[in-house]
């Protein structure tokens, strides 16, 4: 996997959550679903998303007029999570 982008913990459980929530989740619904899963939590969550960002696996979209915002996987997002399912499954079929 060469190029690859290596996920902490959080950013993983984040990449699925926003994936789960398919862009209609915000970061309320985001933090709630997190607040479930058995991992650490430093850094923020909020500090963890505007990062992934940066490296173009989510964007955030606001609506015009409201505080409220959505989530999104990008297209490399998407690719990252989906290697990682089929390393995954690789490892449990072995």
Do not use: C
């Not at 690859?4 to 619904?29: D, F, H, M, P, R």
């Not at 850094?43 to 409201?66: F, N």
């Not at 990008?74 to 490892?91: F, R, S």
């Amino acid at each position: 996997m060469k190029n690859s982008i290596q996920l902490t913990q959080l950013e993983l459980a984040l990449l699925k959550l926003v994936a789960k929530g398919k862009g209609n989740w915000s970061w309320y619904e985001l933090a709630n679903a997190l607040s479930r899963l058995d991992i650490p939590r430093e850094p923020d969550m909020m500090v963890v998303l505007k990062d992934m960002i940066t490296k173009d696996l989510v964007e955030r979209h606001i609506q015009p007029g409201s505080p409220r915002d959505r989530w999104e996987l990008t297209p490399v997002g998407t690719k990252i999570l989906m290697e990682h399912q089929y390393h995954q499954d690789t490892v449990f079929q072995n």
